[in-house]
C-alpha cells in the first residue's frame, strides 16, 4: 500500500440521482474513465442495486455476480470487476419478491418487507465491508446511488445513497433529467428533503438530456445557485454513447414496437429484423447490445401478443423460465415462435424453454406447476436444483446451426439455476453450454455475441437466409462507448470545479 493511502482515506464520489434513470450510470461511467485516463487510480462501487442484468465476475471465494453497471464502469475505470462494487444485487422475481444476492452469491428470495425486517443489518454491514476493502486498494471511488437520493419515507434504509453518503464521507454529485421537465423544481425539492448533514456534502449538480441551445437555461441555472449555493457544473446534450443499459425501464413501453439499430442511411430492403419476445420477466437484455451496433441490423421487442414478423428470433434470458414460459404459451407466442422458419437462437432462460421440458419446477417458480412442457425446438430437457451456476467461461467453438462459420475461441459468462441434458440428435458446438440443430441453437453463455466471430456467422446467417444483401458486417463502426462517454463529460461538464484535476 502506498504513502498516500496509509495517511489518506479514499476520496469518494457519489453520483446520486433527483429520481430513478436520469443518467447516474452513465455520468459514473463517464467518471471512472476520465479517472483512469489521468492516471488516478479509480474503482466504481454501488452498495445496493436492483437490476435483473447481471454478470458473473471473480469473488472473494469462487464466482459472484454483480449489476451490469459496475461491471461497465469497472471496464471503464480499467480495473478488474469484483463483488466488491456491487455488494448487495436485488434481482426482481414478481410478486413483489426479490431475489438476494450478497457478495456475489443469492441468499434467497424475500418480499420487500421481509428483506427491510431480517437482512437489512446484514446488507448495511456487508456494504461497509466491501466499501473497506476498495477504499484501501484505490484512490478514488465513484459509488452510484439508486433512485432518488431524498426519499424521506426510505431515508432509514437507503443504503445506496444516504448510507453511502455517510459512511463513505462522499462528495454528492445531483444528476437530473431535464427531458421529464421540472429539473429545477426537482432539484431544488432534492436539496430541500436531503438530511441536513448531507445537504452539506453537495458539491454540485449536473443537467442530463438537454436537447436545444445552453443559452436558454442560463436563467434558470443562475435562479438555482442563487437559491441554494449550489453550482450547476454542467449540462449534458441529449446522447447516447453506446454503454449497455441497467434495466428494462430502457425497453418501449409495454405494448410498444421499437426497432433499434445502427442503419445510418442503410435501405430497408437492405436491412436485417432479429425480434427478441419481450418476456414479462426479461433479463441480461444486454446481450443484444452488440448486435444492434452491426449496421443493417434492427432488434424487435416483441410483445407477446404480437406477430413475428422478423427474419430471425433470439429468446431471451429471463429471471423466470417457467412463469414466462408460461406466459409464452397462454399468449399464442409459443406456437408462433414454433411455427417460425427463420433461425432462432435461445439464451439462458430462452435455452430452456427451446427443450422438450422443464421438470422440478417448483424450485424456481410459485405457481404450483412442477412440470412445464417447453416449445420442444431442442432435444433437451431442464432440471432445476436449487444451486445456482455463476462463473466466467471460455470455450472453443465448432460452429453449427445459426452460429455455422464461427471458428475458434468464445469467451461469456453463466448464471442460471437448472441442468440441461440432451436427450435426442443434436450437435453441441461449444461443450457442455449449449446444442444445436440445423436452424435452432440454444445455449447458457450470456455475452455470446461479444464475441465477433460469433455475431459476424450469426448475421451473416440471418442475411443469406432472409436473402438480403448484407451492407457489412462484423466489428461495431462506432468508438468505445467508454471513451464516448468520457468525452461527454469533458466537453459538458466543469470537471475541475470538481476538483479531479488534483487527483
Known sequence: MDARRDSEPARTILVAGTASHVGKSTVAAGLCRVLADRGVDVAPYKAQNMSNNARAVPGRDAGGEIGVSQYVQSRAARVPATVDMNPVLLKPRGDGESQVVVHGKAVGHYSAGSYYEAHWEDALAAARESYERLASDHDVLVAEGAGSVAE????????????????????????????????????????????????????????????????????????????????????????????PEEDSVSLPPEGECSLEGTNDGIPDDRTITIAVPRLPQISNFTDFGPLERVPGVRIAYVPLDESLDADAVVLPGTKNTVDDLLALRESGMAERIRSFEGPIVGLCGGYQMLGERVTNAAVESASGTDEVVGLGLLPVETHFQPEKRVESVTHEI??????????????????????????????????????????????????????????????????????????????????????????????????????????
Open 152 to 243: 424521506p419515507n426510505l431515508r432509514d434504509r437507503d443504503l445506496a445513497n444516504v448510507e453511502t453518503a455517510r459512511f463513505s464521507d462522499a462528495d454528492i454529485l445531483l444528476i437530473a433529467d431535464i427531458e421529464r421537465g421540472g429539473v429545477f423544481a426537482s432539484l431544488v425539492g432534492t436539496l430541500e428533503l436531503l438530511p441536513d448533514d448531507l445537504r452539506d456534502q453537495v458539491v454540485g449538480a449536473i443537467i442530463t438530456k438537454f436537447r436545444g441551445d445552453r443559452a436558454i437555461l442560463r436563467p434558470g441555472i443562475e435562479d438555482f445557485e442563487d437559491r441554494t449555493d449550489v453550482p450547476v457544473l454542467g449540462v449534458l446534450p441529449y446522447d447516447d454513447p453506446g454503454l
Open 398 to 503: 465448432d460452429g453449427a446451426g445459426p452460429f455455422s462459420g464461427a471458428v475458434g475461441t468464445v469467451t461469456g459468462y453463466e448464471i442460471h439455476m437448472g441442468r440441461t441434458e440432451l436427450d435426442g440428435e443434436a450437435v453441441q458446438p461449444f461443450g457442455n453450454c449449449g446444442v444445436a440443430t440445423e436452424r435452432v441453437l440454444g445455449t447458457y453463455l450470456h455475452g455470446i455475441f461479444e464475441n465477433e466471430n460469433v455475431r459476424r456467422a450469426f448475421v451473416e446467417t440471418v442475411f443469406e437466409r432472409a436473402s438480403v444483401a448484407s451492407p457489412r458486417t462484423g466489428t461495431q463502426t462506432k468508438p468505445s462507448p467508454y471513451d464516448r462517454t468520457a468525452k461527454l463529460l469533458q466537453n459538458h461538464v466543469d470537471l475541475e470545479s470538481l476538483d479531479v484535476s488534483n487527483l
